[in-house]
């Protein structure tokens, strides 16, 4: 009773209030609803610090009653109820090589014997040269194009002559120009009858190739089929009409993929050139897979291009520089080439 009776006469001291002096409850009710609101953030904020606090902290460190010390943020990357994970220890720089592997398990298979290997573990047995071209390809086909970057160097002939290759490893291909000619090579050194070319290459070009003011006159005659560019088929032409089928192989895939696959199958080259992914990181991951299929023997060289270019210690010559000081070899230049000798071997061709 006596409740009701103090809520009454609030009330109507209130109404009393609101009819005599209007403005002054207003400011009453706006300043008790600005002191509200802060109070109301206020209490949600600190409510939320609790709730984060609690979910983050293990049971076992709140009911503890010793302080607790952290050594550094680093240290608190991971962490458990019952443990702190740290990260592992940064690589030294002579590790970095060690994500690709040092050496290739697999017994090498035989150079009279790779050829055939190639069509067998690729092309399921049948030669991709058989019925070459089909018949929906043959009228986008240039009866020879082909156009490359140094693919007439005097390394080539160099190399070729002073490694005596059985098996040679191009690395980047695009239209096979260096294949080509180091097949000619190869004629004049009286090698063309035990030597097979293994091209490794996906033949897609790169993005927006043809469109480039400096190739647009050398590719804007290429068809486009569905998308595909037809570089690998315009390849094949270029070594039919060279008459070099039966020195050229090709895996049509990433470069990554496939000289893993080699490896995996005992195929090693004495001569391998790698002129495909021009960048640090496709230069540097091609160089290592590479090296792992040079020849057992110790005499398998490899070399490359592009290692005097605009991009300077930001691709291809820093890839080849840090992994010849990694592996402590020398680097001999030729022009625009580059050229590394395996391990067991550092006399340099001359």
Same mark, same amino acid.
């Given at each position: 009773m006596h409740n009701t009776t103090s809520d009454t006469m609030m009330k109507q001291e209130a109404q009393?209030?609101?009819?005599?002096? +209007?403005?002054?409850?207003?400011?009453?009710?706006?300043?008790?609803?600005?002191? &509200?609101?802060?109070?109301?953030?206020?209490?949600?904020?600190?409510?939320?610090?609790?709730? %984060?606090?609690?979910?983050a902290v293990p049971a076992s460190s709140r009911n503890?009653?010793?302080?607790?010390?952290?050594?550094?943020?680093?240290?608190?990357?991971?962490?458990?109820?019952?443990?702190?994970?740290?990260? +592992?220890?940064?690589?030294?720089?002579?590790?970095?090589? @060690? /994500? /690709?592997?040092?050496?290739?398990?697999?017994?090498?298979?035989?150079?009279?014997l790779v050829r055939q290997t190639i069509i067998d573990r690729v092309f399921n047995g049948t030669s991709p040269w058989d019925n070459f071209p089909p018949p929906h390809i043959s009228h986008l086909l240039h009866p020879t194009k082909l156009r490359g970057w140094g693919s007439? &160097? +005097?390394?080539?002939?160099?190399?070729?002559?002073?490694?005596?290759?059985?098996?040679?490893?191009?690395?980047?291909? !695009?239209?096979?120009?260096s294949a080509l000619h180091m097949a000619r090579l190869t004629r004049l050194a009286g090698l063309h009858e035990g030597t097979q070319i293994i091209c490794v290459d996906d033949f897609r070009g790169w993005p927006g190739f043809q469109q480039e003011d400096r190739h647009r006159r050398w590719f804007k005659d290429f068809k486009m089929l569905n998308g595909d560019v037809t570089l690998l088929y315009q390849f094949m032409q270029n070594?039919?009409?060279? @008459?070099?089928?039966?020195?050229? *192989? !090709?895996?049509? /895939? *990433?470069?990554?993929? &496939?000289?893993?696959?080699?490896?995996?199958?005992?195929? !090693?080259?004495?001569?391998?050139?790698?002129?495909?992914g021009h960048d640090f990181h496709s230069a540097w991951s091609d160089i290592?897979? &590479?090296?792992?299929?040079? *020849?057992? %023997?110790g005499g398998g060289v490899l070399f490359g291009h592009d290692y005097m270019t605009a991009a300077d210690n930001r691709g291809v010559r820093r890839a080849v520089n840090l992994f010849a000081r990694l592996h402590n070899l020398r680097v001999q230049v030729h022009g625009q080439h580059w050229v590394l000798l395996h391990a067991s071997k550092q006399q340099q061709p001359r």
């Open positions: 009393t209030l609101h009819r005599h002096h +209007p403005r002054r409850f207003r400011t009453r009710f706006a300043t008790a609803a600005s002191i &509200a609101k802060p109070t109301a953030y206020l209490i949600l904020l600190l409510l939320c610090y609790t709730l %984060g606090y609690l979910s503890s009653t010793s302080p607790t010390t952290l050594e550094s943020p680093t240290n608190l990357l991971i962490s458990t109820p019952t443990s702190i994970i740290r990260p +592992p220890p940064p690589l030294a720089p002579e590790d970095h090589h @060690n /994500f /690709f592997g040092s050496v290739c398990a697999a017994e090498p298979v035989p150079p009279q007439t &160097a +005097p390394v080539f002939d160099h190399l070729i002559r002073k490694v005596q290759p059985k098996t040679i490893i191009e690395v980047g291909t !695009f239209l096979g120009a070594v039919v009409r060279a @008459n070099a089928t039966h020195l050229v *192989s !090709f895996l049509p /895939f *990433s470069t990554g993929s &496939a000289l893993e696959k080699l490896c995996e199958w005992g195929i !090693f080259g004495d001569l391998i050139e790698v002129d495909a290592n897979r &590479a090296y792992k299929i040079l *020849s057992p %023997g």
